[in-house]
Structures are given as C-alpha cells and as structure tokens.
C-alpha cells in the first residue's frame, strides 16, 4: 500500500471548515475523559474510552453489533466521513481510528495535531453537546489482520518473523515503570518488554506543535531501527492506545503494508503466567 495521507489526515483548517458538514461526523476521544465537558469542537461527539468503547465486564474491543448501535445513535451510516481528534495527541483518537478500521469503516480521518492544536490556535470551543437521529450502521469486518493477539504474538517472539515495536518511555521499557511517569504505576505484574522488541517511543513521531513529523523525518526515525516496510510489524503499549498511533503512523502515513497493533499491550504480557520478559534497557 502506498502512502496517501491526505486520505486519512486533516488540518484544524478543515476540521473548522467541515466539522458540521452533514455527511460528517465528529467525534473527540480523549485520554482525560472530562476534557470536553470543558469544551468542544462545534458539532463533536464526546466519547469515553473507558465506557463507550470497550465491553464491559470483559476486557475487549467492542463487538460488531455494540458499535454499530453506537455509531447508528448518532446518526452515522457506512456513507459518513468519520473525523476523530482528541488530547495527548491524538492517543485515544487514533486508537478509536483503528478500532473503525478494525470494522471496516472505509472514510476515516484523523485531525493532525488533535485538540492541542485546536486550541493553541485560539479556535473557539463550544458545551454545547450536539443531537443527531438516528441512522442504520452496518460494519464490516472484523479485519484481524491489523490486531494481534497475545498467542500470536508469542509465535513471533519464537519464530522471530516479525518486527516488535514498544512504543512506551525508555523507563517503562527498561522496567523501571509500568505506567507513564503521571499515572499511577498499576497494570502489569512485572516489568520489563518482550523480548526483541525496539523501543520506538511514540512521541518521536510528533512535532512540538503535536502534528506529525514529514515523511522523510519518520522514514529515518523507524529504519534507523531496522523496521521494514516490506515486513511484518507490531506495536504495542501498555494497554493498545500509544501503540493505535505508532500504527497508524507505520500504516498510512509511511505505507507499511502489514502492521498490527497488539491492544492487550503490556497490561496483558507483563500479567501472564510463563511467556518471557526482557529488562535490559534500549
């Protein structure tokens, strides 16, 4: 696959443009879920990560049919254009990105420096939270090609057939952490990474002004590391969201052909019982 970011990545200029474009819907995910109670992009859907996205008890992606009854209650059909923003450039909004793509969503956007930007720019933000009838969602999918899961990622770590990328702070990768240094160090029994993983945080992939590095400069960033675009590749984090925007930098902005993200992340591998674990540092 070729890259076409203008596919799948808008400006705030856009976003400002179109965001109540009839055939376009908003939705901003974020990793502090009150930050759009305090104010929104007009016409932005807010959505909890931890509530709206995932099953519940169940630690899982949403199921087919829970999506689509999500999408279809704000008026969503397989037709609409689908634009996510979020905080902490883009971390959840990427996630939920990949989470469309998952099911098959064909039009699909990210906003290039996510609500940093937006407001950086002094653009203006709104309470108000928007109303939509009702639509008929139908995904596609599931496209297990872009997840992998835990047993298929040990096969790789045995067989050696894919490139793993860790996409956490030099800390957590060494063990030091389990968790970004602000959050609490919770998640994982152990410490540490899998073993032949390249610690390629993800923040390397971002300007200071939170929009993603040119090509060239990302090209750099992950050869230098020994990432082949004409391989396999898979990302993780701690629970799947750094690592949704590694993939998605990998996938559509540089044109990696086989990429997957690994969303049990290290909350998962540094809990199970056997599988082997590294400390060294990068």
Known sequence: ?????????VETDWLGQHATDPNVRIFEVDVDTAAYDQGHVAG???????????QHPVRDLLEKRQLEQLLGKYGVTSATTIVTYGDNNNWFAAWFFWLLKYYGHKDVKLVNGGRAKWIAEKRPLV????????GEYRAAGPDASIRALRDYVLDKVVSGNAKIIDVRSPKEYAGELLAPENL???GAQRGGHIPGAQNVPWATAVAEDGRFKPADELRAIYGGKGIDPRGETIAYCRIGERSAH???VLKYLLGHERVRNYDGSWTEWGSLIGVPIETTAA
């Open 127 to 134: 309470t108000d939270v928007p109303t939509f009838g009702r």
């Open 246 to 248: 590694t993939w998605f």
């Open 1 to 9: 696959m070729s890259a076409n970011p203008q596919d799948v990545l």
């Open 184 to 186: 609490p160090q919770e």
């Open 44 to 54: 932005a859907v807010g959505l909890n990560w931890k509530s709206d996205l995932q």
